[in-house]
C-alpha cells in the first residue's frame, strides 16, 4: 500500500462538521412540534367532541354550543311533537295531508345531534366548531312502506288524468274539448323529499311529478280543425245519383260526421248509413228496398215468399265520395251510383231451415164466454206466421203486440191475487197454455212460464201458463237446428196451436198423481168489484216430468212441481 492510499482511507474517519449537526437538531425539533401539534390537534377534537358547533341550528331550533344531552333536549321539546301534526303536500294545484306519525315519519334526534358532536379529525368540521356550522339538515326516518302507501291513496286527491283532445259536432257546428296534460306522483322523488324537507320548508311540500301528455294532443286538435273541420262545414255538398241531384247541408254532414283518434291524430269518419238515410228521406224515390223471404202458412201449410233484390246506395262509396267532395274539392259535389241491396234473409234461408212439416199440435177447450172467445180469435191471429229460428226465443207477449182496445183486445175474466176479476186481454192466459204445451211436445227449450194460482179442468194438470203483461210471460227457445213455423186459429170449440218444422226430438211425459191435498175455505173479500164464488175445488201438488230423446238415445229430463190452490168460498164483504 502506497502512502497515498493510507491517507485516503483516513479521510473516512474525518470528524462532523458544523452544519451536518445543526440539520440533525432541526430534523429532531421539526419532528418535536409537528408532534405537538397533532397531539394539540387531536387533543381539541377531543375536547369539542361533545358540544354542537357554534351558531349551529336545526330546522330553525339554535342548538350550537350546547351538549349532545342539551341539544338532544331542546330539539325534542321544539320538534319531536311535529309528527302529530298534518302535513300538507301539493302536487301542481292539488293539495292533500298525511299526519307523518301514521307512516312513521319523525326526527331522529340522537342521530342529528351525533353528526354534530361525535369525534373526528376531518378539519372541516374542527373548523366548523370554531366558526359555527349555521343551518344544518335534520336526520329524520320513515316508515317506507307506509309512506308509499300513505302516497298511494293520496293519489285520486292529488293526481290528474290528461284530458284527449277532440272534436264533436253540435247543431252543425264544431265543439272542441281542449287537450290538457295528466299529472302523477314521483313516488320513489316524493319519499326523498318528503323526508328531507318535512321539518325545513314551508307547507305544501311541493312533490315531483310525472307528466302524462295525453295520446291526442293540442297541436292534433288545432291541425283537424285547419285540415279536416273547417272545409268539412264551410258549405253544403251534392250528391249526384243519376238524374238526381240532392244536397247535403252542413248540418247534414256533421250529424253523419264523427272525429275519431288515430295513432294520435284526428280523422273524419262519415257515417255511410246515416248519409244514405238522410238521402233517402230526400229522395224517396232514389232506392228500391230489398224484401226478405217470408215463410206464411197458405193452403193449409207452409209456403215461401220469395225474397227480392233492391237497389241501394253502397254506405261505404257514399262515405269516401262525400268526404272526398268535402274536404278535397272545390265544387263541392260528389257522383255516386246505386248497387245491388241484398236481403237480409234470402229464399234458401228459408230453405234450409226445414219448415215442412207438422211436429206438434194442441188444442184446448173454449168456455161459453164469448167475449172472451174473441180475445183469442184476436190472439190467434197475431201469433200465427211468427217464425222462430234456431237459438231464437218465442216470446207470447211479444207476438202478440201492445194488449189495447185499437188492437182488438177486449175486457173479460181473470183470475187476480186469488179473486174473479176482469182485465183487457182477459183469455189469453188459453192461448198460453195452448201455445206452451206444442212447444212442450215439440221439444223445445221451456225458457219461462208459471201455471195458475187454482188449476181449470180444461188445462192439463201441472202443463200449463197463465199470462199477465208485461211481468208474466210464455217463452221458448227453438233448441233445434231448423225453424219453427208457428200456426194458431180457433174452431171447433178449441183453441189450437200447431208447430210446423222438421221433427227432431222425440218426447215422452209422464204426470203423477195429485198429492197435497188441501179443502177449500170461505173467504172473504171487500173489493167493491168483488165477484162471489161458490168454490168447491180442493187444492193440490202435482209433478210433470218430460223426457226428450235425440236419434234414440236419452237426451236430458226435466221435472216442474207446481202447488194449486183451492177453490175457495168467496164472500163479499168484510168478515164477520
Not at 336545526?58 to 350546547?66: E, R, T
Not at 299526519?99 to 319523525?106: F, H, I, K, S
Not at 194438470?461 to 203483461?469: C, D, K, N, S, V
Request: overall charge negative; charged content about 20%; hydrophobic content about 40%.
Amino acid at each position: 500500500m502506497t502512502a497515498e492510499q493510507d491517507l485516503r482511507g483516513l479521510d473516512q474517519f474525518e470528524p462532523e462538521t458544523g452544519d451536518r449537526t445543526r440539520g440533525r437538531r432541526i430534523a429532531i425539533w421539526s419532528a418535536v412540534v409537528v408532534a405537538i401539534l397533532v397531539l394539540g390537534y387531536g387533543g381539541l377534537a377531543w375536547f369539542l367532541q361533545d358540544k354542537v358547533p357554534n351558531n349551529t341550528a336545526v330546522a330553525g331550533v339554535p342548538i350550537g354550543g350546547l351538549d349532545a344531552r342539551a341539544a338532544e333536549a331542546r330539539l325534542t321539546e321544539n320538534l319531536g311533537s311535529l309528527g302529530e301534526d298534518p302535513l300538507q303536500l301539493a302536487l301542481q294545484d292539488r293539495t292533500a295531508t298525511i299526519v307523518p306519525a301514521q307512516v312513521g315519519l319523525e326526527l331522529d334526534v340522537a342521530a342529528t345531534v351525533d353528526s354534530l358532536t361525535s369525534f373526528s379529525l376531518d378539519p372541516r368540521i374542527l373548523w366548523a366548531h370554531l366558526t359555527g356550522s349555521g343551518d344544518v339538515p335534520p336526520i329524520s326516518v320513515v316508515d317506507e312502506e307506509a309512506l308509499v302507501g300513505a302516497l298511494d291513496a293520496l293519489r285520486p286527491d292529488l293526481e290528474t288524468q290528461p284530458v284527449e283532445g277532440s272534436i264533436a259536432f253540435a247543431e252543425g257546428a264544431p265543439v272542441v274539448t281542449e287537450a290538457a296534460d295528466g299529472y302523477r306522483i314521483d313516488t320513489e322523488g316524493a319519499v326523498t323529499t318528503i323526508v328531507e324537507t318535512w321539518l325545513t320548508e314551508p307547507e305544501p311540500l311541493e312533490l315531483p311529478v310525472i307528466t302524462d301528455e295525453p295520446a291526442v294532443t293540442q297541436d292534433a286538435v288545432d291541425e283537424a280543425l285547419r285540415e279536416v273541420v273547417e272545409p268539412l262545414v264551410s258549405g253544403p255538398v251534392t250528391v249526384t245519383v243519376g238524374e238526381i241531384n240532392q244536397e247535403l247541408s252542413v248540418q247534414d254532414l256533421t250529424a253523419a260526421a264523427a272525429m275519431e283518434p288515430v295513432d294520435g291524430r284526428l280523422e273524419l269518419r262519415l257515417d255511410g248509413v246515416a248519409l244514405r238515410d238522410r238521402l233517402e228521406d230526400l229522395q224517396p224515390d232514389l232506392a228500391s228496398d230489398a224484401s226478405d223471404a217470408r215463410i206464411v202458412i197458405q193452403d193449409g201449410g207452409p209456403a215461401i215468399i220469395p225474397s227480392a233484390t233492391g237497389r241501394a246506395l253502397d254506405p261505404e262509396a257514399l262515405a269516401a265520395a262525400v268526404a272526398e267532395a268535402a274536404l278535397s274539392t272545390t265544387t263541392r259535389s260528389a257522383t255516386v251510383s246505386l248497387a245491388d241491396a241484398e236481403p237480409e234473409f234470402t229464399t234458401a234461408d228459408a230453405e234450409a231451415l226445414g219448415v215442412r212439416e207438422v211436429v206438434s199440435e194442441f188444442s184446448t177447450p173454449l168456455t161459453s164466454d164469448n167475449v172472451r172467445t174473441q180475445n183469442l180469435v184476436n190472439g190467434t191471429r197475431l201469433i200465427t206466421n211468427t217464425l222462430v229460428k234456431p237459438d231464437e226465443t218465442f216470446s207470447l207477449i211479444k207476438a202478440l203486440g201492445p194488449i189495447t182496445e185499437a188492437r182488438g183486445f177486449v175486457s173479460s175474466g181473470v183470475v187476480e191475487d186469488g179473486f174473479v176479476s176482469t182485465a183487457l186481454g182477459g183469455g189469453l192466459s188459453q192461448l198460453s197454455t195452448t201455445t206452451y204445451n206444442a212447444a212442450y211436445f215439440a221439444g223445445m227449450e221451456l225458457v219461462e212460464h208459471k201455471p195458475h194460482s187454482r188449476w181449470f179442468s180444461r188445462y192439463p194438470e201441472g202443463r200449463e201458463a197463465t199470462l199477465w203483461a208485461p211481468d208474466l210471460d210464455m217463452k221458448f227457445e227453438n233448441s233445434t237446428p231448423y225453424g219453427v213455423l208457428v200456426q194458431a186459429w180457433v174452431s171447433g170449440g178449441r183453441v189450437w196451436v200447431r208447430f210446423w218444422s222438421t221433427p227432431y226430438f222425440e218426447v215422452r211425459t209422464e204426470t203423477s198423481n195429485r198429492y197435497n191435498i188441501t179443502q177449500p175455505q170461505t173467504v172473504y173479500n171487500d173489493d167493491p168489484d168483488c165477484v162471489a164464488e161458490s168454490g168447491g175445488e180442493p187444492g193440490f201438488t202435482v209433478k210433470v216430468t218430460r223426457w226428450r230423446y235425440l236419434d234414440g238415445s236419452l237426451f236430458d229430463t226435466e221435472s216442474w212441481t207446481w202447488t194449486y190452490s183451492p177453490w175457495n168460498r168467496v164472500v163479499c164483504g168484510s168478515a164477520p
